[in-house]
């Protein structure tokens, strides 16, 4: 059974089953529609929202990433599953893959976070959201709206955590902005 995480508010996976090492994060979105003169004429423009994870290790050091230009962690426990530029289509509009029992030691978590690669603000987007899906058995755990409208480009989602009985997921929600991963790290860095 799927959890609708509130901004803040934490999930254990270890509930969900010893067996749980295969993740899918999910992230979709649709464009807005803007309304021309007296309702006709409608049109849509392509935003380009961009999944990332980025890893750290138990002092807050960035360990690796993958992002549109990196489908794949060094060791290939982490992989995105290609850009989607448009948001078209029902569903996930990208995906990362995680294999919980191929990470690294070292990696203690990893922060999943979306940015507009094109500068457009959330404000043009509705139906946000991420998923957390249990790939073995391909049901979803845990789902976060992202659809919280404002002039931001980039939303810091979630984190998935090491804890002493297992990994727990914790939905952020913080608005950021910024093109790329890179330019999160700062807003990032409060939340490990």
């Known amino acids: ?89 029902d569903g996930d509009d990208e995906q990362i893959l995680v294999q919980l029992d191929k990470l690294p030691q070292e990696v203690q978590s990893i922060v999943f976070v979306v940015n507009s690669f094109t500068g457009q603000s959330f404000d043009q987007v509705e139906n946000a959201f991420c998923r957390l899906v249990d790939r073995n058995s391909n049901q979803e755990i845990a789902r976060f709206n992202l659809s919280a409208q404002g002039s931001h480009t980039a939303m810091i989602m979630t984190k998935l955590y090491r804890q002493a009985g297992g990994w727990e997921f914790a939905a952020i929600g913080q608005n950021s902005s910024g093109r790329t991963f890179e330019s999160l790290l700062p807003d990032i860095k409060p939340h490990l």
């Open 1 to 89: 059974m799927s959890v609708n995480l509130s901004k803040g508010q934490k999930v254990s996976l270890a509930k969900e089953g010893s067996s749980l090492n295969q993740l899918l994060m999910g992230l979709g979105w649709d464009v807005k529609k803007s309304k021309g003169l007296f309702g006709f004429g409608s049109r849509e423009q392509n935003v380009d929202l961009d999944a990332s994870a980025v890893l750290f290790d138990a002092k807050g050091r960035q360990v690796d990433q993958v992002w549109f230009r990196q489908l794949k962690t060094s060791n290939g426990s982490v992989i995105h599953t290609g850009d989607n530029r448009t948001g078209a289509g």
